[in-house]
């Protein structure tokens, strides 16, 4: 993909040609070995349809339905940063204890038909739609960050189209909603390097746009995830920042490290307006992930994966540890406080989505090796995948060596269920000796046990990003 096309996708096209003549000449450094062209971050070739499945262990039979997971995939071969490929969906479908097929499609997209591009106004049709998926008023959608999100068919991955909720979603969707477990609700917003830099938006369990709501931020961030309690919503405000100059010399994504901006997070009423939002000041870090967000007393607390720093040299620079940090902002007093929780990295944060907005015990995560994190340690990281009991402070690892690495790890709720952690982790789990994947499926009670469900996929799921499972039930 051509790093014009790219700015194109991402909404910043027009900005980066205004500023290239008075920039011209000055160039950042691109890394010497682009890590998301090697191991198991690079691309695969084919669309792959496969029916005959081996599983090791056993499949739950209470479990139907679809395991679906979004991730870049340059069709070109080449992107110019990790996060620049078109989207590709890994899906496998499970009936009653048995594995049916696994799949991998593009998100059929104008920038994957080569349709998209040029200079003109950037059409938010035109997303690589690469980063995440959700179901929401019966309709899988695939996520990108910027753009309309599209819809996808749950039976075979096959792309409908993009949507815009009857042209209410005037721009970017973010790739992490919130679904509200007792409403339906899906609370999201999108942000812009130009104003309104952000966009909050709620939707009704049916998929009907209710509230479209422009906040005002103090300059062009960097806004990956939000929080959602019960009754509040958290808009991160930090130091990632649209910049003039990475956008025209810099060989990534045009955002960069800014000291001089705020960190500050905005607690905002779920019905409210940009009148209404309380700011509270927050040491300067940076999240990519929430956990979950609830409310306790006077203050609303949000877990999440935090960063020191990120992309202090430019958007190549993954190099950084996060840490499973608490949030605490009281909104009597307008103090807010940070709490490291465990001491060892993580990311990827997930918990059982039934608890989403609300008080919460268990979550999971990636567990990231300390000693060799960042993506171009990966072939001799040793990760795994960790579940956490916020109330105790236990961890249970599951730490299968260097060979073995696991992607996201979601939450799928047993049937007959009534304890928060009563369920399986899903996740991909490659293995670098075989070069292949495994859909495995844990016990979410045993996580250290290991799989108990191993379904040997013919070919390599690459380094992706975020998943969901869609029962049967929800499709009716
Ligand atoms: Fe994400």
Known sequence: MKRRDFLGYTGMAAMGAAASTALSGCSED????????????????EEVTETSLKVEGSIPPELSGLYVRNGTNASSGVAEHFFGGDGMMHGVRLEAGEAKWYRNRYVDTPVYRQEAGGMGSPKPENTTSAVSLIYHGGELMSLGEFGYPYLINAEDLSTKGSFNYEGKLTGNMTAHPRIDPITGELLFFGYNVMEPYLTYMRADTN???LQVEPI?????SMVHDFAVTENYVVFMEMQVRFSWFSAIAGSGLPFKWDDNAPCRFGVMPRTGTNADIKWFDIPSCFVFHVMNSFEQGDEVVVDAARYDHLW????HDFFHPAHLSRFSMNM??????VDRVYGHPMEFPQVNREYWTRDYRYGYSLAVDEENDGPEKAQQAEGGIRKYDLKSGEVDDWLPGVALEPGEPIFIPAADSSTEDGGYIASYVYDKNTQATAFCLFDATA?????????????RVPVGFHGVWVPDSALG
């Open 312 to 315: 202090v040299k430019n958007s």
């Open 332 to 337: 009597k007093t307008g103090k807010a406080s």
């Open 30 to 45: 691109a890394p010497v070995v682009k890590f998301w062209q090697e191991g198991n971050f690079r691309p695969v070739t």
């Open 447 to 459: 996580i250290s046990s290991g799989p108990i469900a191993k379904v040997h996929l013919p070919v």
């Open 207 to 209: 998929g009907n746009m």
């Open 216 to 220: 005002k931020l103090t300059g062009p």
